[in-house]
């Protein structure tokens, strides 16, 4: 069985720091994209930031000058550092995993910025 299993998200004051987790299961891992993304209530999912397998990123606008994505293939674990929280930050995050068969999600994890 393949699982992504997501920790970190909380509740933080807007220009606070956060640090999102994802650690994979029963998957080689080291040869996939993977990437965060979030979904806020009432709004589409979207994507916040892509890692390819040899460290290749990519990033949301909105994002890009604040977050940043990582890996570290031999723990098969992905982050998602988090600087300068801003109210509109708030959404649940995914973690997603690109496989041949299909897009694999994790449970997603809350992360809310507000005063």
């Known amino acids: 069985q393949v699982h992504l299993v997501e920790s970190g998200g909380n509740l933080v004051q807007p220009g606070g720091s956060l640090r999102l987790s994802c650690a994979a299961s029963?998957?080689?891992?080291?040869?996939?994209?993977m990437g965060w993304y979030r979904q806020a209530p009432g709004k589409q999912r979207e994507l916040v930031a892509r890692?390819?397998?040899?460290?290749?990123?990519n990033y949301a606008d909105s994002v890009k000058d604040r977050f940043s994505i990582s890996r570290d293939n031999r723990k098969k674990l992905l982050y998602l550092q988090m600087n300068s929280l801003k109210p509109e930050d708030t959404a649940v995050y995914y973690c997603?995993?690109?496989?041949?068969?299909?897009?694999?999600w994790g449970q997603g994890t809350q992360v809310t910025v507000s005063s």
């Open positions: 029963g998957t080689i891992f080291s040869i996939y994209t």
């Open positions: 997603h995993l690109e496989l041949p068969s299909g897009d694999l």
């Open positions: 890692i390819t397998s040899v460290g290749r990123t």
